[in-house]
């Protein structure tokens, strides 16, 4: 695959490091073009690559255009595109709350995915949901999915509308988790565990429970219960998220994600 990537960040990096570690592609047949010089010299170094500050000449070079940009360089971004894709070559974003409509107008090309991916993706652990334009050809859906695939798990839905709910789930999912994380550390430490040991203990309880719920072939409710003695430890501190009304409050947080994805895309 020839792919070009404007924007070299680190969800741009990890594509372009799965990509290569897959050997879907070659160092010869990939262009990324970025705003700094730093990031340029950092990836030409690390794996070999074409680098360019000028999006147009690293758009040219491939058949797969990566858009990797964050939201607020995108109307910068369009106006050295628009016009410049040819017919045939397919627009990938991972612009968060870009809408297809936005980026076809803009870009003056219909053949385009729009992918929502989460950070887990850096190391190969991702889950990514995308949907594609009606241009988009069913070998080009393919190359899609194969370069998605390199990052984790993918999920292709046919309405848009369901990458703003994945956005306030699985896109923003790992800083719930990572904040739930950082309070059982917290926790830990003050009935009386050190820093180091508390880390190590959460880090392992989740990562343990995550495997656990991935292997063990039952749902989570079924698997808290059997954790959960009447009477016992868990059950008192379960007791206590109930109270505060646990529930309630991880939808409200997913709510507002949700509805922030919307306005974004505004």
């Known amino acids: 695959m020839k792919i070009a990537f404007v924007g070299g960040g680190a969800m741009g990096e990890a594509i372009l490091a799965a990509v290569l570690n897959r ?4 160092p ?3 262009w990324v073009s970025d705003v700094k010089d730093e990031r340029r010299q950092h990836l030409k170094q690390t794996y070999g690559i074409s680098v360019t500050d000028n999006n147009a000449e690293a758009a040219a070079h491939g058949d797969i255009i990566v858009l990797a940009i964050k939201p607020q360089n995108l109307p910068e971004i369009m106006p050295d595109l628009s016009g410049q894709i040819k017919p045939g070559q397919l627009v990938l974003s991972i612009i968060a709350g870009a809408r297809i409509d936005t980026l076809c107008k803009g870009l003056n090309h219909r053949q385009v995915v729009r992918v929502m991916p989460n950070t887990p993706a850096q190391i190969g652990e991702g889950i990514s949901v995308w949907t594609a334009t009606p241009e988009v050809t069913e070998a080009q859906q393919e190359q899609a999915r194969t370069i998605l695939s390199t990052m984790g798990r993918e999920i292709f839905v046919a309405d848009e509308g369901y990458l703003d709910m994945a956005t306030a789930v699985s896109g923003s999912g790992p800083a719930y988790f990572f904040l739930f994380v950082e309070c059982l550390i917290e926790a830990a430490v003050r009935i009386g565990f050190s820093e180091d040991v ?25 698997l808290r219960r059997m954790v959960t003695s ?28 949700h509805r922030r994805a919307q306005e974004l895309g505004k």
């Open 230 to 257: 009447p009477g016992g430890t868990t059950a008192a501190a379960l007791e206590q998220f109930e109270n505060e009304n646990f529930r309630e409050l991880v939808y409200q947080a997913v709510a507002a994600a």
């Open 198 to 222: 508390a880390q190590e203990l959460v880090l392992q309880t989740m990562l343990g429970s995550g495997q656990l719920l991935k292997k063990a072939g039952k749902s989570p409710t079924e």
């Open 23 to 26: 050997r879907l592609s070659t």
């Open 28 to 30: 010869q047949t990939i």
